[in-house]
């Protein structure tokens, strides 16, 4: 092997198919060194294709050491030498700089994005020696034969420096924040109470917290008011239907009483019936944000989960590259090609041909555009393995909402009818589809109710069945998800999408939040209450986003590097020298919150035997076993106790059971599904458990 | 001086920040449930404290509010 072409790729199955892609034979050789895979693929001249595994290299402190801050001098190192875990990268980056020595030109074929950029960037520059300024670039969406033999056909003859240079920044940036803040934390409250815990927070992360502790203020501080509602049942041709009074909240008891009164026993007449029509526009192409919240939606997929799903089918080829801000298609990407591919599979068959028979295809736009990448969309490839069930969503939700843009809207009607009863009005609402455009295409996705009425004329008399009065409260505002957070970190223009979802997950790893409806604990709020009693910077959303503003000019060549790196360390010099000079004060105040996050983590609920005692997880000390006991136990007034299951995890719920109402426990044990334990021994759903098996067992 | 119900720092006023919000919320949506339902002060606190849309932090403050047999100091009630 000698003066061959060396392709950098971000990930092992995209070396994998790009070599395939452009071998002539499109059998491209694998070839391992120390357990390292690269593709040699034979064409107008050798192709030798070597993968990455994602980021090769990171920001590092040039000091060794981590038990020190304010630190603010950094470099580019290989991940092995900074992080644990990470020897697999050495083997890895001596197999790419072997391969390198003998190269005659080199291409960065990593995803056409920030992190993209900087990992080939990194492997040219530090493994292959300076190659940086040399090597070319292949620019591609998906991983399709086609698009790949084009990029490789049509180089870009260059890097994208500002792209690199903007994600350099950004990793720079984020890793100053993180190092000095987490740091900062995690030293105060070891060095106060003589115990670790990695307590952390970031650029992002701690304005993320923020959201999430001011909705959390308001659900727990939230007094229910009481309203009234009136509704009345009515009978039309022998079908009951429920209508509503004008009046949605009621505020008095009082009035609400008065009109149950007045309404009692009487009929009502159709004074008018309003009848509209209106237009339900195709939704937009998916980008990643939209993607996540839609499967969230209808699967509760977390953002990380999707994320993780569309990159597997990106790296089968069957969606484009999905971390992509864009909701455009443009027509390069070859509608009609992907739909008749999408045909050959019975699922699509039908779909795809009313929408081949269009005269013309356009798709439905928004506005927002990304410079690297097209919005979601097929590729038309078909899997070429059983995808699982999760994949199979995912690629069904993009197939469908790809076609769905194409279609005219659809035309919905709604109907309110108003009846008279005794002065006082009741509505009755129908809704239905008179063509159902895109709807059609999107059918198992379409979260859309229709209510159809009989005939019914003006002036016709109503039967009133009964006139219903409930008794209601205000509701307070709903509890985040990983969906609506994600959302909301999009709107506030924080974060990238490609880090978002892994912030979310550092929430939940750090312990600040927990529960799918995203609840933040005593340890979450403690550690934002000293962000922003002494660095109320770090937690500025305000802040966070001038910055986002400023790296995304670097992007394109608006804004230097330097003077962002400059600016983002002056703001977080003074903060840190503050924490520094707070760092008992901090200490305690963190030391005490960790604490009771502890007693919370293992607390399951009140005491079901003696009411007054918390039931906890403990251990023995005898045996070390863990078990269930009661608090009061060391007052001697409760010896309440039962056994756990003592491998895997274990931790409360914060539910009751259904059968008997006392709390009950999640166990986790690897490679099994977790269940809900209920402890108590009489109870009902046991023995009925223990019935239904006996009886199978009789049968 | 520690809160009241938990163990933070607290104010002037013996809650700490969190229980100190949630005070002013009940003390703010009295009026609101006077006019509705027409209770006493006395019945509102024990309305609040069991229904099961009250927030964590303003069950307990109406809580100890009933338990100390504290008056709202606005209005009678």
């Known amino acids: 092997m000698g003066n061959y072409t060396l392709i950098i790729t971000e990930k092992p199955d995209a070396a994998q198919r790009i070599a395939s892609a452009l071998d002539t034979k499109e059998k491209a050789k694998k070839m391992e060194d120390n357990g390292v895979p690269y593709y040699i693929a034979k064409r107008d001249k050798e192709i030798v294709v070597v993968p990455a595994i994602g980021h090769l290299y990171t920001v590092a402190e040039e000091r060794s ?24 990268v050495r083997t890895w980056l001596e197999t790419i700089s072997k391969l390198a020595n003998d190269a005659d030109m080199f291409i960065d074929a990593c995803d056409y994005d920030i992190e993209g950029s900087i990992i080939g960037y990194c492997i040219l520059k530090y493994a292959c020696g300076s190659k940086e300024r040399v090597s070319k670039r292949m620019k591609y969406s998906t991983l399709t034969k086609d698009e790949l033999e084009k990029s490789y056909a049509e180089l870009l003859p260059h890097l994208n420096f500002a792209l690199i240079e903007a994600g350099r920044t950004r990793h720079e940036i984020d890793w100053l924040y993180g190092v000095n803040l987490s740091r900062a934390l995690t030293i105060a409250a070891r060095d106060w109470s003589g115990k670790y815990a990695t307590l ?9 917290l923020k959201f999430l502790a001011l909705r959390e203020k308001s659900i727990r501080t939230y007094v229910p008011t009481p309203y009234w509602e009136v509704k009345a049942e009515i009978e039309i041709n022998g079908k009951i239907f429920e209508t509503e009074y004008e009046k949605e909240i009621i505020e008095t008891r009082k009035e609400a009483e008065t009109i149950l009164k007045a309404c009692k026993e009487k009929n009502g007449t159709v004074e008018k019936i309003d009848i509209k029509q209106f237009q339900q526009t195709p939704p937009l192409p998916f980008d990643l944000g939209a993607l996540q919240s839609e499967a969230y939606g209808l699967f509760g997929y977390t953002p990380r989960r999707t994320s993780n799903i569309a990159q597997r089918l990106y790296l089968d080829a069957l969606i484009s590259y999905p971390r992509t801000s864009s909701q455009k298609l443009p027509p390069a990407i070859g509608y009609e090609t992907i739909l008749k591919n999408l045909s050959k599979t019975p699922q699509y068959k039908k779909l795809a041909a009313e929408l081949l028979a269009k005269s013309e295809l356009r798709p439905k736009e ?80 379409v979260r859309s109710e229709e209510v159809l009425l009989p005939p019914i004329e003006e002036g016709q008399v109503i039967n009133i069945k009964r006139i219903i009065l409930e008794d209601k409260f205000t509701k307070p505002p709903p509890r985040y998800n990983p969906g609506s957070l994600l959302k909301r970190m999009e709107e506030a223009e924080i974060g990238t999408k490609a880090t978002r979802a892994d912030i979310i997950q550092t929430l939940y790893d750090r312990k600040y939040v927990r529960d799918e409806r995203m609840v933040v604990t005593d340890l979450g709020f403690d550690v934002l209450e000293v962000l922003e009693k002494y660095c109320p910077a770090v937690v500025s959303i305000k802040l966070t986003k001038e910055l986002e503003e400023r790296m995304d000019k670097i992007q394109v060549n ?21 924490l520094k000079k707070k760092e008992k004060i901090i200490g305690e105040q ?23 005692g918390k039931l ?59 269940w809900t334990l209920c402890f108590n021994p009489q109870c009902p759903l046991k023995e009925e458990r223990r019935k239904r098996i006996e009886m199978r067992n009789l049968q | 001086m520690k809160c009241a119900i938990c163990n933070r ?62 008056r709202k100091n606005v209005t009678n009630g």
């Open chain 1, 65 to 88: 050491g981590r038990n020190y801050y304010p630190v603010f001098s950094f470099r580019w190192v290989p991940r092995y030498a900074a992080e644990r875990g990470a020897k697999q």
């Open chain 1, 200 to 208: 952390s927070t970031g650029r992002v992360q701690g304005p993320t």
């Open chain 1, 366 to 445: 928004g506005k927002k555009e990304d410079p690297a990448h097209p919005a979601i969309y097929p590729t038309g490839s078909l899997p070429e393995r059983v995808l699982d069930d999760s994949e199979k969503n995912i690629w069904d939700l993009v197939v469908r909402r790809f076609m769905a843009v194409f279609d005219e809207p659809a035309i919905r009607q709604s109907m309110k009818v108003y009846i008279n009863v005794n002065g006082h009005h009741f509505y009755l609402r129908g809704r239905r589809t008179l063509k159902e455009g895109w709807l059609h295409f999107y059918e198992p996705y």
């Open chain 1, 558 to 578: 608006n804004e230097k590097r330097e003077n962002v790196l400059i600016d983002a360390v002056e703001i977080l010099k003074p903060v840190v020298e503050e």
């Open chain 1, 590 to 612: 963190l030391s005490d919150a960790i604490k009771r996050a502890r007693v919370e983590e293992r607390t399951i609920g009140a005491c079901p035997i003696c009411n007054t």
């Open chain 1, 616 to 674: 906890m997880i403990l251990y023995s000390r005898k045996t070390s076993k863990r078990f269930i006991g009661c608090t009061n136990y060391f007052k001697g007034l409760c010896k309440t106790s039962f056994p756990l299951p003592q491998r895997g995890t274990v931790r409360p719920l914060g539910k009751n059971c259904r059968g008997c109402g006392w709390p009950t426990v999640l166990v986790r044990i690897k490679g099994r599904r977790p």
């Open chain 2, 9 to 70: 720092e607290s104010g002037e006023n013996n809650y700490c920040e969190l229980h100190m919000k949630a005070h002013e919320s009940i003390i703010k949506k009295y009026d609101l449930w006077k006019k509705a339902a027409d209770i006493s002060w006395k019945e509102y606190l024990s309305e609040v404290a069991k229904n099961p849309l009250t927030g964590e932090w303003a069950k307990e403050v109406a809580e100890h509010l009933i338990k100390n047999g504290e």
